[in-house]
């Protein structure tokens, strides 16, 4: 059976088109963009048309654009940014957020640089927003608010407007983690209230390893690696020519289907929802699945048996790909933080499915008759 690919939140297949906009920079165009001659130019100048592109699309100024090697260095850097520069003493953030939010709020939390708040989160998994207004208006300490846009597990969206609106009355700095919806969903950064956001174009068929940091100019922060004067003195380093080109020319491409990628993705996620629903008894799902969800993500809940344990292992073997909200490592469940925060229900499995442009309804009626066969 040929493989089937339900895994996009975890990283996407690269589009032909940008390995195309890519391949120049691989091959001939192979200059320093620090150099002065010609073969330095040309790359320097593909290097600044890409920022004012993603800049444009992203209705930001390009000198808000930092180009990163992804979501975890964007995220890294924009809250120990917070911390240093900013006068942040204190983190609001949620339990649900990704590893690379999580972790480096706790490593700051371990130093005694700040004081942790995580936010309550409600039954369906959004954040409980008069929480965050509650613990907003307690702090009389300069505060960081990192709260994600779009969960990578369940998909939940956040309102990130009224976050923003809520930061800009409290005077609190606006982290958001955005690597599952930059190239999913339009921004409108001038008329945001957010300081920080990141994205991978690894999350919408651009290539690994290329990422983007957005700081609001109204912020000013300290560089984040030190050496040459690359990225505006702000991050040291020869760049990433051809990962920058393929996360602008990925956005460009993300950005001119959305319409159409949107709806297709709609209809698969919905059809899938509703198949598994009239199909396998006792079946659930994680977050606000028909409500603020991410179009790409569908975290289903099994009811644990024997079977149902093996799921992953089983739906690999029949070379279907999908994760787990947990780690299956020689048969002891670690399970993920995200699902266990928002419910520890022990009688259930959790597996989420997460849906690109190369899907289609046959992989899914195949994935699904597969799964009534393995549960
Ligand atoms: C929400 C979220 N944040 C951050 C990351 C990390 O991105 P990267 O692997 O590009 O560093 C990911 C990707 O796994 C993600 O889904």
Redesign the pocket.
Known sequence: MKRIYFDN???TALDESVLAAMMPFLTEQFGNPSSIYSYGRETKIAIEAARRSVASILQAHPSEIFFT???????NTAIQAAVRDLGCEMIITSPI??H??TNTVQHLDDLDAVEVKYVKILPDGHIDLEDLERLLAASNKKVLVSL?H???EIGNILDIDAVGMLCKKYDAVFHS?T??TVGHFPFNLRNSHVHFI?A?A??FHGP??A?LLYINESVRIRPFLHGGGQERNMRAGTENIYGITGFAKALELATGNYEKDRAYLTRLKTYMHEQLQNNIPGISFNGDVTGKSLYTVLSVRFPKTEKSEMILFNLDINNICASGGSACTSGAEQGSHVIRALNNDPTQVTVRFSFSKYNTIDEIDLVVAKLKELV
Do not use: L, R
Not at 69 to 75: A, K, R
């Open positions: 939140a975890a990283t090697s992804g979501g975890t260095e964007s995220n957020e990704h690379a939010v994600m779009a969960n990578n983690d690597v599952q990141t991978a690894h999350k690994k390893g990422g």
